[in-house]
Structure formats: structure tokens, C-alpha cells
């Protein structure tokens, strides 16, 4: 079945320890990006990925970071997470720039305290 | 900065009544996409709209992407308690048409 994983779906952490949500795509998607949301503001882009060690910044990069060492994963890495970035995260997928169809994870809900 | 503008935020209709959302960009769009997020799930591409003045449809959506391809509609007829859900428009804001900028979605309650 083609489908986007993550995980954790649900993580409450504490301020300033490191975590890493996995996304994981099993169809061959060039294209991978990660989005938050958040009530009343929408999906915002955090990065995306053009192809394998190819990223840039979305909308919101300010606290994450991204690596694509392989072109199935694209993990969300928090440094030092702050209150502020408690959030709902999705993984999106789509085969190319050019054909746009997001394909969206489950998601992960964030609480950081 | 740019962005893609969408109203009304929220909607509440009685089953089997009309139901539009519009969405406006600030800049010329390439495409258009229309996604649908059910209460605690994630998005799902509905459709893609590329040409000035498209008109889609699927079952009792109707998309609509303007002339200026600066705006676009998702009209749904004889709405159902199935049709619950946020509706968002997205599109790419960037001339490399790398990143996709989201509305703030439509909430649509429909009341049986």
C-alpha cells in the first residue's frame, strides 16, 4: 500500500531535549516536505526536500532541521525544542515539483512542556 | 509577504443546503490544489487545477480556477454529513514552484 509514516504519532517532551520525528515514503517520491499546524493558522511549511541531499526552508525553518540521506526518509530533527513548537506535524510526499498531489502522513502531535 | 487568502473560516449548513469556499492569492498562480482534512486526520488531495477558467468536477464538487488565475472556488451541492471537514486551497508561491503555500482552510459543519 503507498502511504506516508510517522513517527511518533504522539510525543510529549520537555524543553530543550532533542527529538527526531521519522517520515518515511514508500513511493519513490523525489519531492518530500514537512508541515506544521496549528488553530487558526493553517499548514505552514517547515522544509522540504527537492531529492536526496537536497533541502531548503519553508515558511517556518526558524528551530528545525532536516536531513535526506536516502530518498525514502526525511526525518524532522527539533535541537532543542521550546513551548512554542507544540504542534501538530504532518509528512508530505509528492513525486515531483511538477506534479504537486500531496500525499500527507498521519501525523504527529507534539506537546512540548 | 505572499499568501493564499480563504473565506469564509467557517461554515455550519443544514444537510442538503449549498456550500462555496473561495480562495485568493496575492501573486499569479501555475496550479491550484484542493485538499480536504476530516476531524483528526490529515489532508487529502482532492484536485489540481492548472488552466485559466477550469472548471472540475467530481460528484457534487465543483472546482472552479479563475480567468487571472489568481482565485479559485470549491462549490459542493446538496451538501452531506459525509462533506464534514476543513477545505484548504494550496498553491506554489515561489517562482521554482518548490514550496506550496496553504489557506487557512474552510471548517464546513453540516448538521443533519
Known amino acids: 500500500e503507498a502511504q506516508v509514516t510517522q513517527n511518533p504519532r504522539y510525543l510529549i517532551t520537555v524543553t530543550g531535549k532533542k527529538l527526531t520525528v521519522t517520515c518515511s515514503q514508500n513511493?519513490?517520491?523525489?519531492?518530500m516536505s514537512w508541515y506544521r499546524q496549528d488553530p487558526g493558522l493553517g499548514l505552514r511549511q517547515i522544509y522540504y526536500?527537492?531529492?536526496?541531499?537536497?533541502?531548503d526552508k519553508g515558511d517556518v525553518p526558524e528551530g528545525y532541521k532536516v536531513s535526506r540521506k536516502e530518498k525514502r526518509n526525511f526525518p524532522l530533527i527539533l535541537e532543542s525544542p521550546s513551548p512554542n513548537q507544540t504542534s501538530l506535524y504532518f509528512c508530505?510526499?509528492?513525486?515531483?515539483?511538477?506534479?504537486?498531489?500531496?500525499?500527507f502522513g498521519p501525523g504527529t502531535r507534539l506537546t512540548v512542556l | 509577504g505572499q499568501q493564499v487568502m480563504q473565506i469564509p473560516q467557517y461554515q455550519h449548513v443544514q444537510e442538503g443546503e449549498d456550500f462555496t469556499t473561495y480562495c485568493n492569492s496575492s501573486?499569479?498562480?501555475?496550479?491550484i490544489q484542493w485538499y480536504k482534512q476530516r476531524p483528526g486526520g490529515h489532508p487529502v488531495f482532492l484536485i489540481q487545477?492548472?488552466?485559466?477558467?477550469e472548471v472540475k468536477k467530481q460528484k457534487r464538487l465543483t472546482f472552479q480556477f479563475g480567468e487571472a488565475k489568481k482565485n479559485s472556488s470549491l462549490h459542493i451541492t446538496a451538501t452531506q454529513t459525509t462533506d464534514v471537514g476543513t477545505y484548504f486551497c494550496?498553491?506554489?508561491?515561489?517562482?521554482?514552484?518548490?514550496?506550496?503555500?496553504f489557506g487557512k482552510g474552510t471548517m464546513l459543519l453540516v448538521s443533519p
Open positions: 513511493m519513490n517520491h523525489e519531492y
Open positions: 526536500s527537492m531529492n536526496v541531499e537536497v533541502t
Open positions: 487545477l492548472v488552466k485559466s477558467g
Open positions: 508530505a510526499s509528492s513525486l515531483s515539483r511538477q506534479y504537486n498531489e500531496q500525499f
Open positions: 494550496a498553491g506554489p508561491m515561489n517562482s521554482g514552484y518548490s514550496t506550496l503555500t
Open positions: 501573486t499569479t498562480l501555475s496550479n
